[in-house]
């Protein structure tokens, strides 16, 4: 499946951290002592939410399913060492299809899943997430992007 959906999502660094804060607020109460970011989009949401609920406990798992804005299929090319409990909090950017959350809630019933953003496909495989997003639409994140020079109107021909 080709992923250049038709409408594109972009965020800045600023409202990705906002939006893990505000996360990191909801999960406050929740008394969890481990994190399981998912490799890669889940290791910065991971150290914002360690940081905010003061987590030592941190691991990773590293799951490929993207190559080159095309979805393939799922491999696990690092195991977590981390155990599997009710205080685990498993973290990545984004449910889309939930192809990897099933995976990952297969590796890890009973921790509680959450993302930053989630499509309708993916959302109901998530404990919690922040911000809805339509499912034909691309998610750019801060750091898939460059700033770069943007010509004024009237200069462009």
Not at 46 to 52: D, F, G, T, V
Not at 122 to 134: F, H, N, R
Request: include cysteine.
């Amino acid at each position: 499946m080709s992923l250049s959906k038709n409408k594109q999502f972009y965020v800045s660094w600023e409202a990705f951290h906002r939006a893990t804060k505000e996360l990191a607020h909801q999960l406050l109460e929740g008394g969890y002592t481990g994190i399981l970011a998912v490799s890669r989009g889940g290791l910065v949401p991971a150290a914002i939410l360690a940081r905010e609920l003061n987590i030592r406990l941190v691991d990773s798992i590293c799951v490929a399913s993207y190559e080159y804005n095309q979805q393939g299929s799922l491999q696990v090319l690092k195991q977590a060492s981390i155990e599997d409990s009710e205080k685990l909090l498993v973290v990545d950017d984004l449910v889309d299809t939930g192809e990897t959350a099933k995976v990952l809630r297969s590796l890890f019933p009973k921790a509680y899943f959450v993302t930053i953003y989630a499509k309708p496909q993916g959302k109901p495989l998530v404990d919690k997430y922040i911000t809805d997003i339509e499912q034909d639409t691309w998610i750019q994140l801060p750091w898939d992007m460059e700033l770069a020079y943007s010509q004024p109107l009237a200069e462009k021909g």
